[in-house]
C-alpha cells in the first residue's frame, strides 16, 4: 500500500491516526541516530533517508537520476515496514540483527530480505532501531552497494 505524499509531515499525517505516534517516534528514532550525510525524504511510496546524488552522483542504478536508497520506513495495512538496504546487502549486519532482536523484543522477528515487518504497535524495539541505524555511515552504503550491485 503506497501513499502519495509530498513530505514527511504529510506521508505521516495520512497513515492511521492510531499508527500516527509510535510511526513518528520510529521516523525520530532512525533520524537522531544515522550519521551526517544520510538525506530523509518521501519516495517509493514511504518515508526514507538516502544518499543524495550531491555525495553520489551515480545514483541508483535502478532508477537512473535518483538518489541512492537505505532505509525506508512504511505503514502498510497490518503493519509497520522498516527497509534496510544494509541488512539485505551485508550479511554480517543482518546476523548481528537477527542475534540481537530477541534482546530487545518478546515478539517472534517477522522478517523478509531487507523488510521488518511490525505488527504490534506496543513492543517495537525502538533502541535495537538506534543501533541498527548508527551500523552505516553514507561511506560504508555505498561501498558496500558498489560491491554488492555494481559488479
Not at 8 to 33: A, H
Request: proline share 6%.
Amino acid at each position: 500500500m503506497q501513499i502519495k505524499a509530498d513530505s514527511v509531515e504529510d506521508y505521516i499525517s495520512k497513515i492511521p491516526e492510531e499508527r500516527q505516534d509510535i510511526f513518528k517516534k520510529i521516523f525520530d528514532t532512525i533520524t537522531d541516530n544515522l550519521p551526517e550525510g544520510f538525506q530523509k525524504g518521501v519516495s517509493y511510496g514511504m518515508v526514507g533517508w538516502d544518499v543524495p546524488l550531491e555525495t553520489y552522483p551515480a545514483g541508483y542504478h535502478c532508477t537512473p537520476g535518483s538518489s541512492l536508497p537505505f532505509m525506508g520506513l512504511a505503514s502498510q495495512k497490518n503493519f509497520i515496514a522498516f527497509y534496510h538496504m544494509g541488512m539485505y546487502a551485508k550479511p554480517e549486519l543482518l546476523d548481528w540483527f537477527v542475534a540481537e532482536f530477541p534482546k530487545y523484543s518478546k515478539r517472534k522477528l517477522d522478517m523478509g530480505k531487507s523488510c521488518v515487518r511490525f505488527k504490534k504497535m506496543d513492543d517495537i524495539p525502538l533502541e535495537l532501531l538506534a543501533e541498527v541505524s548508527k551500523k552505516m555511515t553514507v561511506e560504508d552504503w555505498i561501498n558496500t552497494y558498489e560491491a554488492n550491485f555494481k559488479k
